[in-house]
């Protein structure tokens, strides 16, 4: 199993949708989340970190949920422009940092 | 801009042919990471520098070497490059202490003939 779980995708959804991506995870001693995006062939960027009590920045919403070690990532009225790849990634805490990531998945937003 | 770059974007190189790649900082980071990344597949960290502590993950072949000689710089070399080290490589670098958020640079894609 691995460490970080992503739904497969791909997610093929209309301008104005609403779509959701779920993340879980299997070491519960992981400390801090993150949603990162991905363009193709980019480096990935961060789009969010994710709080316990859950987060937003404008369409996006992202949600922790520590006993069910799961975490969501929401995007309200899709634009055009958030076709890309969705990383969920969880770091363990320790001083180095080490994250791991998801394999991603891939969101197309079709006019 | 604080960045962090890498260079060259684009590497061909030859089988057995050792190549290096380079990645600088301007965000006076302490940690450095170097990933590997397949098409459609997540990144895989290869090794990190905390400082000059070199931590290599169990799984990285030994085929792979990173340097770094200073806080600004570190390379990723790999001594003789096989059709299935083909992929995009990322530095990415973090402040410990602070954020646990890493800044990728934009990766080098390496081919290898």
């Known amino acids: 199993r691995k460490e970080v779980e992503q739904d497969p995708g791909p997610f093929n959804v209309p301008e104005g949708a609403t779509v959701a991506f779920n993340c879980t995870y299997s070491?519960?001693?992981?400390?801090?989340f993150f949603w990162y995006r991905q363009d193709c062939r980019k480096e990935p960027k961060l789009l969010m970190s994710?709080?316990?009590s859950g987060n937003e920045d404008g369409r996006f919403t992202a949600q922790l949920n520590r006993a069910s070690q799961y975490i969501s990532l929401l995007i309200r009225d899709s634009k055009l422009s958030d076709s890309a790849t969705y990383l969920c990634?969880?770091?363990?805490?320790?001083?180095?940092?080490?994250?791991?990531f998801g394999d991603g998945t891939t969101l197309t937003v079709k006019p | 801009d604080a960045m962090v770059i890498q260079n060259p974007r684009y590497q061909v190189t030859q089988f057995g042919k050792p190549v290096t790649l380079s990645c600088s900082q301007t965000?006076?980071?302490?940690?450095m990471y170097w990933y590997q990344q397949k098409s459609s597949q997540a990144p895989k960290l290869l090794f990190h520098?905390?400082?000059?502590?070199?931590?290599n993950e169990a799984d990285t072949p030994d085929n792979f070497q990173s340097r770094r000689p200073n806080t600004s710089f570190c390379f990723l070399d790999i001594r003789s490059p096989g059709l299935g080290d083909a992929a995009m490589y990322l530095c990415?670098?973090?402040?410990?202490?602070?954020?646990?958020?890493?800044?990728f640079g934009p990766g080098t894609r390496l081919t290898v003939l």
């Open positions: 990415a670098t973090r402040l410990a202490g602070g954020p646990n958020e890493q800044f």
């Open positions: 070491n519960s001693a992981s400390q801090s």
């Open positions: 994710v709080y316990s």
């Open positions: 990634v969880v770091n363990r805490g320790t001083n180095a940092g080490k994250s791991t």
């Open positions: 965000l006076n980071h302490n940690v």
């Open positions: 520098y905390y400082d000059k502590d070199f931590n």
